[in-house]
């Protein structure tokens, strides 16, 4: 396929950005499951996926940023909002089943999962690949999971 500009070939990726990222959700996202358990699965899918692919799917997303491209902006904002509601989504099951503490605020808890992701992917890239990207994650999932989810589900 031939490609007349750049940013052709961002929206190209953005399909496949959106693909990717709610692959990992839907596939995770399986009856039975305990909240707790979908969230953080679908958050070790993404690590893995950074690491196997180099943060492509992230950084993809900054590059777009950083173009300042209304179109290209207006496309992958739309899948970054069709991703957390579908984790947020998740979060309203837990919040009914009483996995949720209370007092969360689900959308802003949904965008922080998806900010953990996209932090992580930046740092890693600005660090040349050179910190244990799961080392960070597990901290980070620690505090993000005693925040939104309740005790009991926690342990």
């Known amino acids: 396929r031939h490609f007349r500009s750049k940013n052709d070939i961002l929206a190209l990726l953005i399909d496949d950005i959106e693909e990717t990222l709610l692959v990992d959700i839907k596939k ?59 984790i947020k989504g998740i979060l309203d099951i837990g919040a009914a089943k009483g996995y949720i503490n209370k007092d969360a605020y689900l959308d802003s808890a949904a965008l922080l999962f998806f900010s953990m ?20 994650y597990k901290s980070l999932w620690s505090i993000f999971s005693q925040a939104v989810f309740t005790v009991k589900t926690v342990k």
């Open 117 to 136: 992701t996209q932090g992580l992917v930046n740092l890693l890239a600005l660090s040349h690949y050179e910190f244990d990207l799961r080392a960070k």
């Open 28 to 86: 995770n996202n399986k009856q039975g499951l305990v909240t707790l358990s979908i969230i953080e699965k679908i958050m070790i899918d993404h690590i893995s996926d950074i690491q196997q692919r180099k943060v492509v799917t992230f950084q993809v997303i900054a590059e777009i940023i950083s173009l300042w491209d209304k179109k290209l902006n207006k496309k992958v904002y739309g899948v970054i909002e069709k991703y957390i509601g579908h």
